[in-house]
């Protein structure tokens, strides 16, 4: 026996030894102060309890109590034959109380023996129960049934549940009244035709009047009930659903079909009332008043000649007669245009079908009973008519009832399976297939594809069934097929349909990646006159070349399967990749990982190891990149890369270019087992850092038999290049491309790195001290680059064009400098803002080198319309070396003041507009640039006459003048031709 909890009770039931009616200990519950306390005692497995007659029971309380009940039949899962003891009154001292069992024999399979429940309305309290006992030698008084009588109301087809009947017994002298379960009882109706009743339930038939009575083990219950069924006013079931192909329907109104746009249900001309309600999920249209109503649907006219039929589903309560009339407005489309027609037809009680009320009658009016219409092609209005009557409107439309012709026999279908394919299992790689275990795949069935795809079997063979196939998609993006060491690809197809067929393979490339730029794919085509040929009704088996899908470039990462046909039904079987024996033997592998590197981490960059933690790579085989695929093995634990048909690979560093201007070395592990040469080639960005800057540069260096190192097959070859072995690099603090070029081959790349070999990084010879302090006057100078002063905006320091390796701007005891690396030549460009030095006398810059053998300071201007190539540009060039003045002295600070008059080839200096500075491949540091006046005014200004020329004295009539005061001048194009 198990406690049952009941439904959102709170139940605080134990054993308690110190309260007992008899015995050692007694059931105590706890009544909470709020909710409810319930439960039943119940039977782990269904008992017999017919041989008893009651259950009695002793209780008390901890105070006076009234406990909601106590029954029998209950198991908190069923209630089938349930008795309850309603509103027991308990007091503090011990008392039995007796259930009669109503009809043993029907208790045959409970569960529920005993339960009770208790609600907290009188407050929190605790009830005790002892001795629960079913017997079988009580006695008890005659039964004395009940139905509690009174008067049902009922529409035709409402249900409703009898209240519980009750019976009362005598025991020990009093009345005591059980409530049941309606299964106790035997139910019967006075007259079926108006209401029927069954366990306990009711339903109204038609109208009238119907007792309902019941008996319990033979003996009538007292309290009849009287059940009146009404007149119905509305349908309790919606109309039948049609069943007409929608292909053939033109609905107005219809939850089944779509139907045309309706201007009004109601005219304004007619004499009805309408509206809108739902019979249980259904819209309906209710017409109350109904004499006549006016659907007009104008705006969307039905064009009904190839219709034989108008259906309509009514329901009325009292309509004596129905009519529907169908106007056409003729080919004119337009009302009263002398070509409408009308005809009208009656549905009434002796009509076929016949009006009926409180049913649905469902009406097919044959169109060519509308004898007086003139055409159906222009049907604009219907009118509804009946006798002032309510009635129900659904399932409105016009249909074509023609007989059809039988539809064709089903396609043919494969009787026996496709042959079972026999190559070696370790020469094959199995998509679909009984024959192999095959590989998983994601989809069957692409999302984008336009293809229907079921599962089924042909005796005991597995089999792909398409449908409507145009587009089938079938992908295996998870786990791709690797066929690069495969020949052929077999698939077995039957259709019974199907004119054309082709079959793409699609293969991700290298990055396997969709549409990651280095996918590629191909399409064959199969047809009644091609070969392979393409047959109906027959299994074919394909084997097609790999070779002939030509325009893959790699067979390593095939990741989709796509078939195309002409919306055809086929069958797919054997989808299998497979070597034919054709294929070239596998080339060997490295057996052991390269060495590993021991250089301090301190002074490596490291692209590729898995020994130092590698900085960002963008791709190892960028778009642009000859290689059938590039993909990371692992040789005895270490990750390696593996080049397949390497011709060339782009390794990019976009993202965050290399400084490797304090390295020495780079180094990279190679192992290949046929390739007869390998070239390395370094890129550097310039000093822009973007590609074509117009400051790029590049190197490359090969490795073949006859290198050093040399370059040998089956082993490892460790490759340590001096960087400046890389000759045509201009730098390298912007290292972002490394191209890895040979023959086709296959070649393993493992710590790929760059390192600086012996001890710390070469330190740049530096000034220890920063540059002498400016001392002129803010107001005097113009300055370009200088702590001191506000500088004036400056472009570029070093533009495209220029020759320099490196330029920085680093702190000489906390003062700003510009640090010129491998200085060939500068471009400082003043584009934005021309420097005007008209008022200037000077050019100042302070520089210190440690290896300069000269330094060279070019102005250029460009003239006063300011342009690059305006006509009017002048340029002038002053050399500081070790003869000049000042003397250029290295590995100290030079101070450089230069005359703006000592630049003679100048012609102005107002626009001036770019500075080179030039200097011998040296490390140059360069500070306070600026132009200032020293107090001696302005450039020398030419001199100027005082008084005009004399005035011409040669007569007008025999002049023809250019300029002149005196005469007319004849026009002039310019004073200074281009």
Not at 727 to 752: C, T
Not at 955 to 963: D, G, P, T, W
Request: glycine share 6%.
């Amino acid at each position: 026996m198990q406690v049952a909890n009941f439904a959102n009770a709170t139940n605080n039931l134990s054993i308690d030894p110190n309260e007992k009616y008899a015995g050692s200990a007694s059931l105590k519950i706890e009544v909470p102060s709020s909710g409810y306390s319930g439960a039943a005692l119940a039977l782990v497995k269904s008992a017999s309890l017919a041989g008893y007659t009651t259950l009695s029971f002793w209780a008390k309380a901890s105070a006076a109590k009234t406990v909601s009940l106590f029954g029998i039949g209950n198991d908190s899962m069923s209630t089938t034959y349930q008795a309850e003891l309603k509103s027991v009154s308990l007091t503090t001292q011990w008392k039995q109380y007796t259930i009669v069992l109503p009809m043993p024999s029907k208790l045959t399979a409970e569960k529920g023996v005993f339960h009770f429940s208790a609600d907290s309305k009188q407050g929190s309290y605790t009830l005790w129960l002892d001795d629960i006992v079913y017997q079988s030698s009580a006695k008890v008084g005659v039964a004395k049934p009940s139905l509690g009588g009174g008067t049902l109301s009922l529409q035709p087809g409402g249900t409703t549940k009898l209240q519980q009947p009750q019976v009362t017994y005598t025991v020990a002298g009093s009345p005591q009244t059980l409530t049941l379960s309606p299964l106790y009882f035997d139910y019967a109706s006075s007259d079926a035709k108006v209401a029927t009743v069954k366990a306990g339930e009711v339903t109204a038939v038609a109208p009238g009047v119907a007792t309902i009575s019941a008996k319990l083990g033979g003996q009538d219950a007292e309290g009849n009930v009287i059940v009146e069924v009404l007149g119905a006013t509305k349908p309790v079931q919606p109309a039948p659903k049609p069943t007409h192909a929608a292909a053939k329907v033109i609905s107005l109104f219809s939850d089944v079909y779509k139907s045309i746009l309706v201007d009004t249900w109601s005219a304004q001309w007619d004499q009805a009332d309408v509206t809108d309600i739902k019979i249980g999920n259904d819209n309906v249209k209710k017409y109350t008043k109904m004499n006549f109503a006016g659907v007009v649907f104008a705006l969307q006219s039905i064009d009904a000649s190839k219709m034989t039929h108008v259906h309509i589903d009514i329901w009325s309560p009292d309509a004596q007669l129905f009519k529907l009339k169908l106007v056409d407005f003729g080919p004119d489309g337009k009302f009263q245009g002398g070509d409408d027609s009308e005809h009208e037809v009656a549905i009434d009680p002796s009509s076929m079908p016949k009006l009926e009320n409180n049913k649905w009658v469902s009406v097919n009016i044959a169109l060519s009973a509308f004898t007086k219409l003139k055409g159906k092609a222009n049907l604009t209005q219907m009118v509804l008519s009946s006798t002032n009557a309510t009635v129900f409107v659904d399932n409105l439309y016009f249909f074509d009832d023609q007989i059809q012709p039988p539809p064709p026999p089903p396609p043919a279908e494969p009787k026996v399976a496709a042959p079972a394919p026999t190559y070696q299992p370790n020469k094959v790689v199995s998509v679909f297939s009984d024959a192999y275990q095959s590989i998983s795949v994601d989809a069957w069935s692409a999302a984008w594809d336009q293809a229907d795809v079921t599962n089924i079997k042909i005796g005991t063979d597995n089999v792909k069934k398409y449908t409507n196939l145009s587009v089938a998609g079938i992908e295996v993006l998870t786990n791709s097929v690797d066929a690069s060491k495969l020949t052929h690809m077999r698939v077995d197809l039957w259709t019974p349909d199907a004119k054309s067929l082709k079959i793409k393979l699609v293969d991700f490339g290298a990055d396997g990646k969709a549409q990651g730029g280095d996918d590629s794919e191909h399409e064959v085509s199969l047809g009644s006159s091609q070969l392979p040929k393409l047959v109906t009704e027959k299994w074919i088996s394909l084997d097609l070349p790999l070779k002939s899908f030509t325009g893959l470039k790699g067979v390593s990462s095939l990741a989709q399967i796509v078939l195309t046909s002409n919306k055809s039904i086929l069958y797919v079987d054997n989808i299998v990749f497979y070597d034919d024996g054709t294929q070239q033997p596998q080339l060997p592998e490295p057996k052991d990982a390269a060495p590993k590197p021991t250089q301090d981490a301190k002074e490596v960059i490291s692209l590729f190891s898995n020994v130092y933690t590698n900085v960002a790579v963008d791709s190892w085989a960028a778009l642009g990149s000859v290689v059938k695929s590039v993909k990371d093995v692992s040789v005895k634990g270490d990750q390696v890369k593996k080049y397949t048909g390497l011709t060339s690979a782009t390794v990019l560093m976009l993202s965050k270019t290399i400084n490797a201007s304090k390295m020495s070395h780079i180094h990279m592990d190679v192992w290949t087992p046929n390739a007869k040469q390998l070239k390395v080639k370094v890129v550097d960005f310039g000093q822009d850092g973007a590609f074509k800057g117009g400051d790029d540069s590049e190197h490359e260096v090969s490795f073949n038999n006859n290198s050093n190192p040399k370059l040998e097959t089956g082993k490892w070859v460790s490759i340590d290049l001096p960087l400046q072995s890389f000759s045509g690099l201009k730098g390298l603090s912007n290292f972002a491309q490394m191209l890895l070029s040979s023959d086709n081959s296959v070649v393993y790349i493992d710590n790929v790195y760059l390192y600086h070999q012996g001890g710390q990084p070469p330190v740049d010879p530096a000034p220890q001290t920063p540059a002498p302090t400016p001392t002129k006057a803010a107001a005097d100078v113009i300055s370009l680059f200088s702590d001191l002063y506000t500088n004036s905006k400056v472009d570029s320091w070093a533009a495209s064009g220029s020759q320099v390796k490196g330029l920085n701007e680093v702190a000489v005891k906390g003062n700003i400098t510009k640090k010129y690396s491998g200085l060939s030549s500068a471009k400082v460009t003043l584009l934005s803002k021309h420097v005007d030095a008209s008022k200037m006398t000077h050019l100042h810059m302070n520089i210190w080198s440690p290896d300069a053998k000269a330094f060279k300071v070019k102005v250029v201007d460009f003239g006063k319309n300011g342009a690059l190539g305006g006509g009017d540009d002048s340029e002038h060039e002053i050399t500081i070396d070790g003869n000049s003045k000042p003397k250029l002295e290295n590995n100290k600070w030079v101070s450089v003041d230069l005359a703006l008059k000592d630049f003679s080839g100048l012609k102005g200096v107002s626009k001036i507009s770019q500075l080179l500075l030039s200097s011998t491949n040296a490390l140059v540091y360069v500070d306070n640039v600026f132009f200032y006046s020293d107090g001696s005014g302005q450039q020398p200004v030419a001199k100027q006459p005082t008084a005009g020329a004399p005035k011409p004295t040669k007569a007008a009539a025999k002049v023809i003048s250019l300029f002149s005061d005196i005469y007319t001048d004849v026009k002039i194009d310019t004073w200074s031709a281009a």
